[in-house]
């Protein structure tokens, strides 16, 4: 997409370092609200644990994801939108189409893939709708519900949408005012995130202050993609509170098991080599790959063949670190393990893992 400015001395794009701060809690603040955090993660952790979740609770998840993912991506777009935009749309003076295609430019950034807009009508009444065609979502079930939440977030009222595969990669979204379901309102509550100062430091561009170790990556900002440049996966900016509403509903609804099952899928998909340890330096190598991901904070990390203990402060999704703590020992050592692990107060979450 033209026009997304990037830093001319590092090529992130400038927004990336203007929203967010890299901190030494390990966290990836919103600049706008440093109560909100983003993580970096690969796209396909996403959706294999969530599709992992699915596939061991036996039932669909989708419409607890959507509507969550729905809710927050809402709320950022409310965050970053300015008011007086907001304002000239819903007064017919600015086109909404226009207005929603440059801020669907952040989706491009952020790693979301291609979006168009192509056709709308706004006149305030229930014909109203937009058209658009997304290439190469991140997510179906995600990446398809961000763009309805954008206008959500512009016209200021509840939108319902459908979408179809037009051709290869390519999903035509229709979005027109709907009430949302009344099951949830109330519920899928976000959190927000307190974090104390830790001692990460980054190196950082001169220019932008953008952690240089953000080389490990390319964007495509054409295509709106972000690859890692060591092995290829496809990245995106996501929110941990939408994950973490997620998986409070589903132990609402189908019980107290759901922990065990989010971290039976995290350490599934660990273990299959989407990460691995590098035995030479395990501690500082995941240290600074969590941190980068915005994962919180290694404070310590003793692994061997008979078991591995993890300290985290700042822990951002603990059942994801869980299983990523498990699925790391598992394939490191080519073995099955056990885990256990509690929220040590003022210090986090520790993690413990023995051969099983
Ligand atoms: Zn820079």
Not at 130 to 158: H, K, Q, W
Not at 192 to 217: M, V, W
Request: with cysteine.
């Amino acid at each position: 997409m033209e026009g997304i400015e990037v830093c001319t001395q590092c090529g992130i794009p400038t927004y990336i370092t203007a929203e967010h701060t890299w901190h030494s809690s390990g966290f990836i603040l919103q600049n706008r609200d440093t109560r909100h955090i983003l993580i970096f993660i690969e796209s396909d952790n996403l959706e294999t644990l969530l599709k992992g979740v699915e596939d061991i609770v036996g039932v669909s998840i989708e419409r607890i994801v959507i509507n969550t993912r729905r809710r927050a991506a809402r709320a950022y777009m409310d965050r970053v939108i300015p008011d007086i935009l907001k304002e000239q749309v819903r007064d017919g003076k600015l086109e909404v189409g226009k207005v929603i295609q440059g801020m669907l430019g952040i989706g491009y950034v952020l790693g979301y893939g291609k979006f168009e807009v192509v056709d709308w009508r706004v006149k305030g009444d229930d014909d109203d709708y937009i058209l658009l065609n997304i290439e190469n979502p991140y997510s179906i079930t995600l990446g398809t519900v961000d763009p309805v939440a954008a206008f959500e977030a512009v016209m200021g009222r509840e939108m319902g949408y459908s979408y179809q595969e037009v051709s290869p990669g390519v999903y035509q979204i229709r979005a027109f005012p709907s009430r949302h379901p009344e099951e949830f309102k109330g519920r899928l509550t976000m959190r927000k995130y307190a974090y104390s100062e830790g001692n990460i430091e980054y190196q950082r561009c001169n220019s932008c202050g953008a952690p240089t170790l953000l080389g490990e990556f390319s964007w495509d900002l054409d295509n709106g993609l972000i690859h890692s440049r060591e092995t290829g996966r496809r990245m995106v900016f996501f929110a941990p509170s939408v994950l973490e509403a997620v998986f409070d509903e589903l132990e609402r609804e189908l019980g107290e098991t759901i922990p065990e099952v989010v971290i039976e899928s995290q350490k599934r998909l660990t273990r299959e080599g989407m990460y691995s340890l590098d035995l030479k330096d395990p501690e500082e190598g995941l240290r600074k790959q969590l941190a980068l991901r915005g994962l919180g904070n290694l404070a310590s990390l003793s692994v061997g063949e008979r078991g591995m203990t993890m300290l985290m402060e700042n822990a951002t999704i603990h059942l994801m670190l869980v299983g990523l703590a498990q699925g790391l020992f598992e394939h490191a050592y080519g073995v099955e393990s056990k885990a256990s692990w509690e929220i040590v107060e003022e210090k986090g979450l520790k993690v413990e893992v023995f051969p099983a």
